[in-house]
């Protein structure tokens, strides 16, 4: 049922998004349109059509940027102003004062420590997927019996189960498992909840291995175990990079299942923290926001560095 | 569920047909896993819309009980209109934005490609974050609306309920956007050039061929997005536990945060469960009825054989 609109995406699409998302994915377009690899010494000077300036498109895209940026500007000159500095100018002047008091007092209120619970959580997340989830996609690509299809039907179903409506009955499972307060109440849930997604992505990039490679392992004789290790795994690297990306992202933000799985300061996470530190110092908005900072930044890091990664993750979601 | 349990065991022969496959057991773990944390509860919580239980103890069975309470209660009734309204709202503010950006996007120019890197970020922000920012952004003393009276009036967005619905919207907007601007543009990108060019050819403009190619070629990209954020739109209570606590009154209090209040404010968890059922029955039909009337299910089955 379910499962339908799931699976059709990545039939039809996984062909021509991957293949040219892989490489030179903006070539072909460019090539045909006339402008061979002018892109970078000046994206509108071709004289197509279709390289005409957009300026209807010019003047949406500024508001949206506005719009995007905005907040953020607030977010990061805020977080260096003194209180009284802030107050004083409104939020989208430019700053007058700097300190870096907000960021000392958020380590103060105990921010070390929401960080520290938070790093637990992911790497136990992390590591749940990364060990669960490669044999599954590949068990699930190869195996041709009805059973893997029915595992595979019940990730796709999952798919459609919101975290957010069945936070009672987890509650339930994790109070008389006696895991409420405790860490790996948290960690269990969370990775739970990013299977599906990343199965479907690392399948997904599984069936992308030639049938002629299995062939080759198994006239040599290959058990699966072997195929597994030396062919399956290193041809899907890139799925497996994204899985990490996208589960670390995940347990990372996660609110929801820390908000009604714990309760004290030795298992608080970070946004946790932000929620109740707004709900005790709302007033304080240099020093709520610069605790907003700190809880980005090994996001934006993660950005940085694995941003195909992750876009190809996210994109997936949608697309698979 | 019922497709797990009996087939515990690979079938004989079914996975040895060739040489170096692998056996079900491979992908029994993380089924286990799956099943035990993230179906049971599905399964749990219908039992448990039946019982009483405070959270501490045994929940006990009361039959229908909370259902008859659940018809009675005017929250909720107002609850599942306001879900609908911003629900709908969000799909059709998310919807064009996020289709256009994702087309825009989908462009090769540099330009596109560092200010998209730019649109991302919203989406790495967790939803306590966004909600903190915005919260504090909007403040009626500190915030934007207190330096900008000229737009605001006296300022304070969350005092009553249109502006505070509105401000629901407009955060989902632009912490949602991004996400389906993506999926917008992983579909845009596989539409073939060869359309665009023939387009061209017979003297099509930009917006004809929008209408005529790539409106249609999104056409299934369309519907997995929209389910998305109505599922999304129907069970995500933290943009608005951390905004407007549901507040003024009960007027931004949607059925899935009247659900958390009930279960984790009053207690109530058998209540609590029963509302959780409605939202889970209610966001799988909508999804099932979109399937449907939009064919999708169709498309599916011709692929089927291959």
């Not at chain 1, 799931?6 to 030179?24: I, K, L, Y």
């Not at chain 2, 992983?186 to 050039?193: C, L």
């Not at chain 2, 060869?194 to 056409?219: C, H, K």
């Not at chain 2, 968890?269 to 966001?283: E, H």
Request: charged fraction near 10%; aromatic fraction near 10%; hydrophobic fraction near 50%.
């Amino acid at each position: 049922m379910s499962n339908d609109l799931s699976v059709t995406p990545a039939e039809q699409v996984s062909g021509p998004t991957t293949s040219p998302g892989s490489g030179g994915a903006s070539r072909p377009g460019a090539t045909s349109a006339g402008v061979p690899l002018r892109r970078r010494a000046g994206s509108r000077s071709g004289k197509g059509s279709r390289n005409r300036p957009n300026w209807g498109a010019g003047v949406a895209v500024t508001i949206w940027l506005l719009i995007v940026a905005i907040p953020l500007y607030v977010l990061v000159t805020a977080s260096f102003q003194t209180q009284a500095g802030y107050a004083e100018g409104g939020p989208l002047s430019l700053p007058t004062t700097f300190t870096l008091d907000n960021f000392t007092n958020a380590f103060d209120q105990g921010f070390g420590r929401y960080f520290l619970n938070t790093l637990v959580v992911t790497v136990a997340v992390v590591g749940i997927v990364v060990l669960l989830v490669p044999p599954l996609s590949y068990a699930i690509v190869r195996n041709r019996s009805r059973a893997t299809t029915g595992i595979f039907r019940m990730f796709l179903l999952g798919l459609a189960v919101p975290a957010s409506a069945v936070i009672v009955p987890i509650f339930y499972v994790i109070s008389v498992v006696g895991l409420y307060d405790n860490l790996i109440g948290v960690i269990l849930p969370t990775a739970a909840f990013c299977l599906p997604i990343c199965t479907i992505i690392l399948s997904g990039s599984m069936r992308d291995i030639t049938n002629e490679l299995y062939e080759a392992m198994a006239l040599d004789g290959a058990s699966p175990r072997r195929v597994f290790m030396q062919l399956v795994l290193p041809l899907s690297k890139g799925g497996v990079a994204t899985i990490v990306v996208y589960s670390a992202l995940q347990a990372w933000n996660g609110f929801l299942f820390p908000l009604i799985l714990t309760q004290s300061e030795s298992t608080k996470v970070i946004t946790l923290g932000l929620f109740n530190f707004q709900t005790q110092y709302g007033v304080n908005i240099p020093g709520l926001l610069a605790a907003v900072v700190m809880s980005m930044i090994p996001i934006l890091l993660v950005y940085l560095f694995a941003r195909r990664a992750l876009v190809q993750g996210l994109m997936g979601v949608g697309g698979k | 569920m019922t497709t797990r349990a009996p087939q515990g065991r690979t079938r004989p022969g079914a996975a040895d047909l060739q040489v170096g496959r692998p056996g079900v057991v491979w992908a029994l773990p993380a089924a286990l896993f799956f099943g035990l944390f993230a179906l049971l509860p599905m399964v749990l919580v219908l039992v448990l819309s039946f019982t009483q239980w405070s959270g501490l103890g045994s929940p006990e069975l009361v039959g229908t009980e909370n259902w008859s309470r659940l018809l009675d209660d005017p929250v909720m009734l107002k609850s599942i209109g306001l879900s609908l309204v911003l629900t709908a709202l969000g799909v059709v503010t998310q919807t064009p934005v996020a289709m256009l950006l994702g087309v825009w996007a989908a462009g090769h120019q540099w330009n596109r490609a560092v200010l998209s890197a730019i649109f991302f970020v919203p989406l790495l922000l967790s939803a306590a974050a966004v909600s903190v920012l915005w919260r504090a952004v909007l403040d009626p003393n500190f915030g934007v609306p207190a330096q900008m009276e000229w737009l605001f009036g006296d300022g304070n967005l969350f005092g009553n309920q249109s502006t505070a619905i509105a401000v629901l919207v407009f955060v989902s907007l632009w912490q949602f956007t991004p996400l389906h601007a993506l999926i917008y543009q992983g579909a845009a990108k596989a539409v073939p050039p060869m359309l665009y060019e023939a387009a061209e050819i017979d003297g099509a403009g930009r917006v004809r061929s929008f209408f005529a190619i790539t409106l249609p070629q999104l056409r299934n990209t369309m519907i997995t997005s929209v389910i998305l954020m109505v599922v999304g739109g129907l069970t995500t209570f933290d943009t608005v536990l951390i905004l407007t606590n549901g507040g003024p009154g009960t007027d931004t209090t949607i059925t899935a945060f009247y659900m958390y209040q009930k279960a984790f404010r009053g207690f109530d968890f058998g209540l609590a469960s029963a509302i959780a059922v409605v939202l889970v029955v209610a966001a799988t039909a909508i999804s099932l009825v979109m399937v449907r009337l939009s064919g999708y299910d169709k498309m599916r089955s011709e692929l089927e054989g291959v």
